[in-house]
């Protein structure tokens, strides 16, 4: 049911983003342009410009959630996100470093492509180091230390950016955005977040099963260090390709899963299907948000992520707290 | 007729040996109680018999090496219960229970809200049997320590295997509640599953249980009859303590007395 209503209102904004835009367009012509008829400049608005740009919020929306939810289930702890791996840092710190050095200019690949190698590194990193006889704690610890590093590097490229305009380059990237994207930046992530959801929905059973605690669990068959391994590599995989082709797009993954949790009766594992169509619909209403206010100059969809996740965040932190007293 | 069959178990961790040649049998429809003072073993025992923990020597389940069978397989035949009765999410007892079908769950395609009959049944009679039949909509984080040790038996029950292992499952109880949670064991151990219960209670454990391990320093003191292992030479050996027994309607117990000998 709930699922249905979310996959409902994921439809619903996905016609309302093919409509809006510069040259709003009516249903029906939309729906001409989507079919292959109606005026040719519809045609390319709605299929070249607005299309891509709506699957890439469902990709990335559904990356960050379902990848939210599975570590919040993994590490059973509700703060746990993407981002805290490193992966995201770290992808970003490849995309940066092609801007850096002006290699972006050479072929539009080679910034998604550093982004991916950014995020495959970070992965490697996590995976040695949390291989053997290893726990949760060490995973987020390698997790903040990675994060950390990145997020160093990335400064230091920002500090030392030979002009003005590289740097501004890097900023807006570091903000994240979907806009300007087309299908080629679509079907050079689709097969990387395909097989990263589909080892993450895979340990579905597993993460119902982790909420007994982690001896429970292994007593009824979950193989603990296999589903760190699977929910590490599907987040990577994931959310790592998504990062390399939006940049950062912070919160979705942290807050989507707390605002779905109640609903789906606490459990993990339905969490996970929620949260990824949960995340694309965040994700979607963010991106048509921040065509609104039509002044010419959009603000960037991760500031307006993190814009209604902080705060959101705060007030749970708040309820937590009255909760505790 | 033997069901549990343990040969010369030793667990090692970090260069320490925490148990040493351990040697027991467990048949079917017995309730054996395993105790010892803190620190004896009883827990990693218990987690080797699960296969959580490694060790040496041999563990065979109805003859067969219980390393030889798959996870699932394992799964099926032993549930396990620990003694952290922290459940991490508020789920629903009901869905707390169902947890225990994990073993026989498909993939993630299977909703958790589509169990087959067999599961619905096992499910049911489990919180039948530990009478919380009434509780099965309340979330898990609004139940009381007793109403908590009752569901969480009934997830293990839920699994509907041929050994349960229950690690201390009556600490921390009200005397009812004691009583309870030992008599859903000895109808369960009654209707033919090997269990074996780590107890720090002499009492309880003279008073339910077929058979008594007494565990010390990761060896075996003491096994057999609960008269043989209650002996005052292995209560004072074991814990330095002696106790005093009683008889009421035919059946003994035990009743921890003094830190010395009781004369």
């Known amino acids: 049911m709930l699922n249905h209503l979310l996959f409902l209102a994921l439809l619903l904004l996905s016609v309302l983003s093919l409509r809006f835009g510069e040259a709003p367009l009516s249903l029906a012509e939309v729906l001409a342009a989507l079919i292959g008829s109606g005026p040719e400049p519809h045609q390319v608005i709605v299929r070249e410009i607005r299309l891509p740009r709506v699957v890439l919020a469902w990709l990335v929306g559904i990356a960050l959630g379902a990848s939210g939810a599975a570590l919040q289930g993994l590490l059973r702890n509700p703060l746990a996100e993407p981002g805290l791996l490193g992966i995201s840092a770290s992808a970003s710190l490849g995309a940066v470093l092609t801007l850096y050095f002006g290699l972006a200019l050479v072929s539009p690949w080679l910034l998604p492509a550093a982004a991916m190698l950014g995020a495959l590194l970070a992965t490697l990193v996590l995976h040695v180091l949390t291989r053997a006889g290893s726990n949760n704690l060490t995973l987020i610890l390698t997790g903040v230390a990675l994060t950390s590093l990145a997020g160093a590097l990335t400064s230091l490229a920002l500090n030392l950016a030979p002009n003005p305009t590289d740097a501004q380059d890097i900023i807006l990237w570091l903000l994240g955005s979907i806009s300007d994207r087309s299908f080629d930046d679509v079907w050079l992530c689709l097969p990387f977040v395909l097989i990263g959801l589909a080892l993450l929905f895979w340990c579905i059973p597993a993460l119902d099963a982790l909420a007994l605690g982690e001896a429970e669990a292994s007593s009824l068959g979950v193989d603990l260090g296999r ?9 990577a995989l994931s959310v790592g390709s998504t990062v390399a082709i939006t940049g950062t797009i912070g919160f979705v993954g942290l807050v989507v899963p707390h605002l779905l949790r109640r609903a789906v009766g606490f459990r993990p594992g339905p969490l996970l299907l929620a949260s990824a169509l949960g995340g694309a619909v965040l994700v979607l209403a963010a991106d048509i948000a921040v065509r609104l206010p039509n002044s010419g100059r959009e603000p960037m969809l991760g500031v307006v992520t993190a814009l209604i996740g902080a705060p959101f965040f705060l007030t749970l932190v708040l309820r937590a707290r009255r909760d505790m007293l | 007729m033997t069901a549990l069959e343990l040969s010369d178990v030793t667990v090692q961790r970090g260069g320490r040996t925490l148990i040493e040649a351990v040697s027991c049998q467990v048949s079917a429809g ?31 389940w109805h003859g067969k090496p219980l390393e030889q069978l798959t996870a699932r397989e394992r799964a099926r035949q032993i549930a396990y219960l620990s003694q952290d009765d922290r459940v991490q999410w508020p789920i629903s007892v009901a869905d707390l229970v169902a947890l225990g079908r994990h073993p026989y769950r498909g993939g993630w395609w299977r909703g958790a809200g589509q169990t087959r009959a067999a599961d619905q049944q096992a499910i049911e009679a489990a919180l039948h049997a530990t009478d919380v039949w009434t509780l099965r909509e309340r979330a898990s984080d609004t139940l009381s320590g007793g109403e908590r040790a009752r569901v969480r038996l009934a997830r293990a029950l839920a699994v509907e295997a041929g050994l349960l292992l229950a690690d201390e499952p009556v600490a921390a109880l009200d005397p009812r509640h004691q009583l309870e949670v030992m008599t859903v064991l000895r109808t369960q151990a009654q209707r033919g599953a090997s269990i074996i219960v780590v107890l720090h209670d002499l009492t309880l454990a003279s008073r339910f249980c077929d058979r008594l391990v007494l565990l010390n320093g990761g060896r075996v003191v003491a096994t ?28 003994r117990y035990w009743v921890p007395w003094s830190v010395a000998p009781y004369v």
């Open chain 1, 227 to 235: 589903l760190r391994t699977l929910i590490i590599l599907g987040s």
């Open chain 2, 30 to 60: 017995e309730l054996v109680g395993l105790i010892g003072p803190n620190g004896a073993g009883k827990s990693t025992l218990i987690q080797a018999i699960a296969q959580l923990i490694p060790y040496h020597g041999a563990m065979r």
């Open chain 2, 224 to 251: 057999g009859a609960v008269e043989r292992v209650l002996s005052a030479a292995s209560l004072q050996q074991a814990y330095g303590i002696g106790a005093v027994m009683g008889e009421h309607h035919g059946q």
